[in-house]
């Protein structure tokens, strides 16, 4: 059985931050990292959503909340890499 394709148009889910709701389109291959890198942070999704959105908006030029995602993401996978 073939595996599933990486390229997949972005799915919207919702998120609470700060008790607010709202919603982020994100690829399902970084959904993925997000909850792996929820569960490697030992916190709830929606925490480490929130941490992500607090680092961004001190940002001296913040992009979106989806793109800070991925950027985070990436920093991460940079830095778990450059740490082996």
């Given at each position: 059985?073939?595996e599933?394709?990486?390229?997949?148009?972005?799915?919207?889910?919702?998120?609470?931050?700060?008790?607010?709701k709202?919603s982020?389109?994100l690829?399902p291959?970084f959904?993925?990292?997000?909850?792996?890198?929820?569960?490697?942070?030992e916190m709830?999704l929606?925490?480490?959503?929130?941490?992500?959105?607090?680092?961004?908006?001190?940002a001296d030029?913040?992009?979106?909340?989806?793109?800070?995602?991925?950027?985070?993401?990436?920093g991460?996978l940079?830095?778990?890499?450059?740490?082996?």
């Amino acid at each position: 059985m073939a595996e599933p394709s990486p390229y997949h148009p972005p799915v919207k889910r919702s998120v609470e931050i700060a008790g607010h709701k709202t919603s982020i389109s994100l690829e399902p291959v970084f959904w993925d990292m997000l909850r792996d890198a929820a569960t490697h942070e030992e916190m709830p999704l929606n925490a480490l959503v929130a941490r992500i959105d607090a680092e961004r908006i001190r940002a001296d030029n913040p992009p979106g909340l989806a793109g800070a995602i991925r950027i985070w993401l990436v920093g991460a996978l940079r830095a778990k890499t450059d740490g082996q």
